[in-house]
């Protein structure tokens, strides 16, 4: 899963980076091939963390989210402007956005109207490419009065300056458009950058409710602070959190905001090789989760044997999970759940 860091100029999308991933920026004016980079996040687990030391596993393997950082390019993207519109194009793949906005000592910006700006580009980016292509139906052969109808029930939406994430779909307008990449249609988190004092701060009801009216959560950040725990050792780390009043870094909070925003759960497998957290879409199916482990599993899969994670950290041992009749055989259709414990059998 990909998140791209967006927003205006001097905004601190590369401080973001930095306390998020641990990396320095890229530096700015590279060509579109060069100008993204990517840092993996590992999601912190203390669920994977009780797995590894019960059963004793060699090895732990977290969930990795990765946010991908572009360099800047002054030419394209002038000063007040919300967005750069050559990253546009770049951002098409990504699974979801991080929204930058700045809060901290001489950038204040209003939060609301900061993020109307953002939208607003995103939202005229999906228009102008629904446009586009309704134009071109209009020469195509064969069916496509669905795809008509679709796409111009989305020109009206957009039309009214609502993103697309707002707006409700049937599953076969999803499937029509899943090539789209329609940029308001994704999942969006806004980071507020903001100074140390002003992490907790608390939005107003009228900033909640218009967010929630855009299908938006937001995470205040105080980028400056976190990257400069990169620079320290462990011992460093803590007693500058301790001194902020803090008990571990808040881009280990902000990670997790941003994987449970992307609608995923975490399910487990586990034994003394390794205890192993996957990522999966809320509503995929054993099967699913199969394929995510290796397609050979997914292919020869027979039956999924499945514990809670709140029944084995009870019980604390598969011998007990089966004497409890707490271990479920489940087929292929079985919808998954957060924090589900799987072994597979399969044949190939």
Not at 3 to 11: C, N, Q, T, V, Y
Not at 267 to 282: I, K, V
Not at 294 to 318: K, M, N, P, Q, T
Request: hydrophobic share 45%; with cysteine.
């Amino acid at each position: 899963m990909k998140s791209g860091i967006i927003g205006a100029r001097g905004a601190g999308k590369s401080t973001v980076f930095h306390a998020l991933a641990g990396l320095a920026p890229i530096a700015g004016g590279g060509d579109a091939k060069n100008r993204a980079r990517p840092g993996n996040l590992k999601v912190a687990d203390p669920r994977l963390d009780f797995l590894e030391v019960t059963y004793g596993s060699k090895k732990k393997i977290p969930v990795e989210l990765t946010v991908v950082d572009f360099a800047p390019n002054p030419r394209e993207q002038k000063e007040g402007a919300a967005l750069d519109p050559s990253l546009l194009p770049l951002i098409r793949d990504l699974d979801a956005l991080l929204i930058v906005i700045p809060e901290f000592a001489g950038r204040e910006t209003p939060l609301i109207p900061a993020v109307e700006s953002v939208e607003g580009e995103l939202v005229f980016a999906d228009f102008d490419q629904a446009e586009r292509r309704l134009e071109r139906l209009k020469k195509e052969k064969g069916n496509v009065d669905f795809e008509r109808a679709a796409l111009e029930r989305c020109v009206k939406w957009l039309e009214e300056g609502k993103p697309l994430r707002t707006m409700e779909m049937t599953a076969q307008e999803l499937q029509t458009f899943s090539s789209f990449g329609f940029l308001s249609r994704k999942p969006a988190l806004i980071v507020v950058n903001c100074d140390a004092d002003a992490a907790t701060a608390a939005l107003s009801d009228a900033e909640h409710q218009a967010l929630v009216a855009r299908g938006l959560e937001v995470f205040r950040l105080a980028a400056a602070f976190e990257a400069e725990l990169w620079e320290l050792d462990d011992a460093g780390q803590a007693e500058l959190l301790r001194d902020a009043g803090l008990d571990r870094p808040a881009r280990e909070r902000l990670i997790t905001a941003l994987f449970h925003h992307l609608g995923l759960l975490t399910f487990y497998t586990a034994g003394e090789p390794e205890a192993h957290a996957w990522s999966l879409r809320r509503g995929a199916t054993a099967l699913e989760a199969a394929a995510r482990i290796h397609s050979d599993i997914a292919r020869g899969f027979i039956r999924a044997e499945v514990v809670g994670y709140e029944d084995f950290a009870e019980l604390r041992s598969d011998a007990r999970v089966r004497e409890a009749g707490k271990l479920r055989l489940e087929g292929r259709d079985y919808v998954m759940r957060d924090g589900d414990i799987i072994h597979i059998r399969f044949k190939v």
